[in-house]
């Protein structure tokens, strides 16, 4: 298994060096845009595509040839590979209206559509994106500058604290959390300081830090040090990144811990479906079982006892599902323990997270994995839904790369994000796979081809 990170500036270069290096057998696991030798956050760096491809035997059995002048691609291939980004053209044509309207920049005239598509149309998508990206990032801070310049009103909770202790509640608001969990965290923050005591605000953060990393839970990973057997179930809804997160997780246990996993999709009436997961078990060489009801979950489970790890993809259930929500519930309890883990994306709001929790209750979660953390820059949801319910975090999905985007839930990270001090978010290429319970483990042993190429994951 040899698993590679490509850099080209076009799915055509990337396809032609993939073959060049993996050969023809070789299967690309996902791309995306990035910004290399850029500022943070990407900001002015050179846009290029990073194609993360595997392919399922040692490099070295393949002799590399030298690219023919013209490389011929078969179509297949090119639709492949370039399916993630065709997907999302069409958002991308509205979210380039909407910037275009509200920049003043000229709309494309009517005339322009019956015009052949524009060779430079990669550039004119990654200036759309990066200025939507700055505009996100300026409303964001305009909204924390306006929340800590504001004078303490005597209607909102802050207005009986102390000036600093009133500017951490605005930032803790700011962050997405809760009147309530604010002005408890800044009153507990009030008892730590007298009156009189000149107080720096670099100590209050320190303080605030402590106070929020206190009622996180977190879970630990699936398998622990001397642990050989867990079985997990992820549920949640449409979407969510139930099925990633299963892949990312076969992959560390599979190629990092050296671990025998088994995924078993109860997703198994979309063909697409099982034969994407299928691509993935192929090339990590986990086996893989699809199962129509909760008796064939079963039945799956007993056969495969001498697994370390079975993991369990679901469906998205809609509201009209509550009966397979249900049975999913009683598989809880069928055949030992299953850790039933709730993915959720971060981005959404807290109103419509708690009504899916209070949904997919029936499933008894144990865990709490969030994703899409990459996609947000408040945090609160997390801190808040860990704390409502007291279930522990487990994962965050911080992106789109398989496995690279995953990082074990840890509290000091989370308050960390909360108050904007961590130093890396999730937005670079390269971050760490960070699974290990204090550590951050690198794949570079078992991929020495993705850490030569920068790439700690
Ligand atoms: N940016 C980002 N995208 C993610 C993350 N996790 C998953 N995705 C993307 O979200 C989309 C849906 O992910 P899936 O794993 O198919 O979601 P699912 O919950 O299995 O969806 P259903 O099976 O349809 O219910 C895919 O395009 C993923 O690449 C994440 O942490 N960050
Ligand atoms: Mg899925």
């Not at 380039?96 to 060779?119: D, E, I, K, Q």
């Not at 000149?198 to 206190?214: G, K, N, T």
């Not at 997780?249 to 099982?274: F, G, N, P, Q, W």
């Not at 299928?278 to 909760?294: H, P, S, W």
Request: with cysteine; charged share 20%.
């Amino acid at each position: 298994m040899n698993i590679k990170l490509f850099h080209a500036e076009t799915m055509h270069d990337a396809i032609r060096a993939i073959k060049a290096e993996l050969g023809p057998d070789a299967v690309i696991l996902s791309s995306k845009r990035v910004r290399q030798g850029s500022l943070p956050f990407g900001l002015f760096g050179r846009p290029l595509l990073e194609v993360t491809a595997a392919v399922d035997r040692e490099a070295k059995e393949f002799v590399p040839i030298p690219p023919p002048n013209k490389p011929a691609i078969r179509r297949d291939e090119v639709q492949a590979a370039t399916a993630p980004i065709q997907e999302s053209s069409a958002a991308f044509q509205d979210t380039l209206n909407a910037v275009l309207s509200t920049s003043g920049a000229a709309r494309p005239r009517a005339s322009h559509a019956a015009m052949p598509a524009p060779v430079a149309a990669p550039p004119l998508r990654s200036l759309a994106s990066e200025h939507l990206h700055r505009l996100k990032k300026e409303l964001h801070d305009l909204r924390q500058r306006l929340n800590s310049s504001f004078p303490n009103d005597a209607s909102t909770p802050s207005a009986g604290f102390p000036a600093p202790i009133a500017r951490a509640y605005r930032q803790l608001i700011a962050q997405g959390l809760r009147s309530s969990s604010a002005d408890s965290l800044c009153r507990a923050l009030c008892r730590q300081f007298t009156p009189e005591s000149v107080v720096a605000d670099s100590e209050i953060q320190d303080m605030l830090h402590r106070l929020l990393v206190e009622p996180i839970r977190v879970s630990g990973p699936l398998l622990n040090p001397g642990d050989d057997y867990n079985v997990a179930m992820f549920v949640g809804p449409s979407g969510a990144g139930k099925t990633t997160a299963i892949v990312k997780l076969a992959a560390y246990y599979s190629l990092e811990e050296h671990k025998s996993v088994v995924l078993i999709t109860l997703d198994s009436c979309r063909m697409a479906a099982v034969e994407h997961l299928r691509m993935y078990t192929n090339v990590l060489g986990v086996g893989l079982e699809t199962a129509q009801t909760t008796a064939d979950v079963i039945d799956c489970i007993r056969r495969h006892r001498g697994a370390n790890l079975i993991l369990i993809d679901t469906p998205g259930y809609g509201a009209d599902d509550a009966a397979r929500l249900a049975d999913l519930g009683e598989l809880k309890d069928s055949y030992g323990p299953i850790e039933t883990h709730m993915v959720l994306p971060s981005n959404t709001r807290m109103e419509d997270l708690l009504r899916t929790l209070a949904r997919y209750d029936v499933c008894a979660p144990s865990r709490l994995l969030f994703t899409r953390l990459d996609e947000t820059q408040e945090y609160g949801n997390l801190f808040e839904l860990a704390y409502q319910t007291t279930l522990p975090l487990s994962y965050w999905g911080t992106g789109q790369r398989v496995p690279a985007d995953l990082e074990l839930a840890q509290p000091e990270r989370l308050a960390d994000l909360l108050l904007d001090r961590a130093s890396s978010r999730f937005t670079s290429p390269g971050l760490s796979l960070s699974m290990g319970r204090n550590s951050v483990v690198s794949l570079a042993g078992t991929m020495p081809q993705l850490a030569k190429e920068g790439v700690s994951a």
